[in-house]
């Protein structure tokens, strides 16, 4: 699967990094022999389409999984440099952005994403989600600067997102699967590209009153950010869905 230009970039910085050593090697799908972030020892491993993930294989004494790009975060902080929009192209910042987050044309494939520069006149670009239309038939958008600075939050709104819910325009939705309801977009990206069906409410305080779920509603999953805002927020939808499972995801 397509995980974009990025990739390459990840691996080209692994193999100049001291995580490469002599018993590095690229082996089938994979990059073995890594030096371990943790424990020092060059017995990790990561993908090689997409070395996310830095992988520890002494399990019994370290096991640790690292992610590459708190390793590297200049890849990041650069993505609108390194993978300028074009005229053919004005959303490859964005793109290389999700594929960051490890996703792939198996949760992209039909989604509505754009790519804004210049967010709240931060300097800093990110990726904006179509969310759907208000009262007066404007567009609302929801999404994520990619590198905020600091004082910024990372969380970006074109109109108010109050009543709406995001579900993916690529996908159609089955009533008979569980429905998992996060806070955010990329978070609900994450469960598809990992096969399960997923709708993103965009804030924890959001009013699920206000909310129309429909058949989805009879098998939801709540799972909001583990702190005090996602426990609130789990309770209120509790009280709406009572039916529903809640969960707190690790961060």
């Known amino acids: 699967m397509d995980k974009g ?3 390459q970039k990840l691996v080209e910085r692994i193999k100049t990094s001291d995580l490469w050593g002599e018993r590095s090697k690229e082996s089938g799908k994979s990059l073995t022999g890594l030096r371990c972030p943790e424990c020092g020892k060059p017995e990790a491993w990561a993908y090689r389409d997409f070395p996310a993930t830095i992988m520890c294989n ?7 999984w690292t992610k590459a790009f708190e390793l590297f975060p200049e ?5 609108e440099r390194d993978f300028a929009p074009t005229r053919d192209d004005p959303n490859r910042p964005a793109r290389e952005y999700l594929h960051s987050r490890a996703l792939t044309a198996k949760s992209l494939a039909g989604l509505r994403f754009e790519y804004r520069k210049n967010i709240r006149k931060s300097g800093a ?4 989600f179509h969310v759907g239309k208000n009262e007066a038939g404007e567009d609302v958008w929801n999404g994520r600067i990619f590198s905020p600075p600091p004082g910024v939050g990372k969380s970006h709104n074109q109109g108010s997102t109050a009543g709406l819910v995001w579900k993916h325009p690529g996908i159609t939705y089955d009533a008979a699967r569980s429905t998992y309801a996060v806070e955010g977009v990329i978070d609900a990206l994450s469960l598809i590209e ?4 997923a709708v993103a409410v965009l804030s924890s305080g959001q009013d699920p009153g206000r909310i129309d779920l429909g058949e989805l509603g009879k098998r939801l999953v ?3 950010d ?5 426990a609130s927020g789990i309770r209120k939808w509790k009280e709406k869905y009572p039916s529903a499972v809640a969960i707190v995801p690790v961060n």
């Open 5 to 7: 230009d990025l990739a």
């Open 226 to 230: 583990p702190d005090s805002a996602g």
């Open 58 to 64: 002494r399990k019994n004494q370290c096991g640790a």
């Open 125 to 128: 670009g990110g990726v904006l």
């Open 194 to 197: 990992m096969g399960l069906q």
């Open 75 to 79: 890849l990041l902080l650069n993505v």
């Open 222 to 224: 709540i799972a909001f």
